[in-house]
Every structure is written in C-alpha cells, then in structure tokens.
C-alpha cells in the first residue's frame, strides 16, 4: 500500500510555489509506472487510479493555463492533493475500502469475504481517510500561518501522523487476528 503513496508523497514534498507544475509531472509519471503492473495483473488500485486522474488533469492544466490562471492551485496543491486522497479513502467505504484492496495481495483468498476481513478493511481505510482530511485542514491552516508554525503544521505533525496510522495499520489486523483465534478456542 505505501508504494501507492509514492506519487502523493512526490507531490507533496516537491509542490511549491515554484515547483508544483515539476511535482505533477513527476507524480504523473510514477503513477504510470505503478499502474502499468497493475494493468498487465487486471487489479487497477483504486487509490492509483485518483491519481493517474489527478496527475494528469493537474499536468494538463499546466499545460494549457497562464501562471495568473493556476495561482490558486499553486496555493492549494497541498492541501488539495491530500483532500483527494481522503475522498477516495472515505468514498471507497460506500463500495470496496481501498486497504481490501493491498490486503488481499497478502491475505489468503478464504478470508475475502468474511465479516473480520470486510470489517478490519473498514477501520483501516476509515483511518487513513480520516489522517489525509486532517493533514488537508492542518496544510489549509499553515496557509495563514508563518515559520516553525507552518513547518508544523505542514511537516511535523503530517509526518507523526502517518507514523501513527502505519503503526496502527500493523497494529489493528494483528489484534482483530488475535481475538479471533482466542474465540475460537473458547468455542472448542
């Protein structure tokens, strides 16, 4: 799953005011390399599909607008890249969670369609979600903000967040494993 990241990751660190259109192109470019295995496999990610989508439209409108016309994305990008990122997690919950999607590359193909699969895939999709809304309001707060408050805002606390969920990405399936099998010895 973090792999899938790569591309937002990309954005993300080289987006600024002088370099989004460079951060676009790039992130374009890996989102092709990712997906392109995913295609000769039939299993396109969700999560690599939205940036394809939103690589290009970004790439395109580089292309094609005057600077004075691309101010606000050179002001947004961040926290618009990260606000996609959380509709496609929290959207992805009405149909397949988008972490179902990497789980089932490394979870037998029996446990699919179980209640603790869909669930767990549930929570974990609901917390990554819920992580890029907050790291888009915290990068829309460090707009306003100046020096070390905006480091913060924009670096330091997205960074220990994501930290936290990919502990608790780790963390949640072991637990929900865990539970299952001492219930299922109780029921012995």
Not at 49 to 59: D, K, Q, Y
């Amino acid at each position: 799953m973090l792999v899938s990241f790569l591309p937002w990751i990309i954005f993300d660190v080289i987006a600024g005011p002088s370099t989004w259109k460079l951060a676009a192109f790039a992130a374009l470019v890996c989102t092709i390399a990712l997906i392109a295995p995913d295609l000769r496999r039939g299993a396109v990610k969700i999560l690599n599909i939205a940036g394809l989508l939103f690589f290009a439209v970004i790439s395109i409108l580089a292309l094609v607008l005057d600077r004075q016309d691309l101010v606000w994305l050179e002001t947004y990008a961040q926290p618009l890249s990260n606000g996609v990122i959380a509709l496609v997690a929290l959207g992805s919950l009405a149909f397949t969670p988008f972490t179902e999607q990497y789980a089932r590359e490394s979870v037998p193909s029996e446990l699919w369609h179980t209640e603790a699969f869909h669930r767990t895939n549930q929570v974990l999709t609901a917390v990554w979600g819920v992580l890029f809304l907050i790291i888009a309001v915290l990068g829309l707060i460090a707009l306003g903000a100046t020096g070390s408050t905006a480091d913060w805002l924009n670096w330091v606390i997205p960074a220990i967040l994501l930290v936290l969920a990919l502990r608790f990405t780790r963390w949640y399936p072991r637990q929900v494993h865990a539970r299952a099998a001492r219930e299922h010895t109780v029921l012995r």
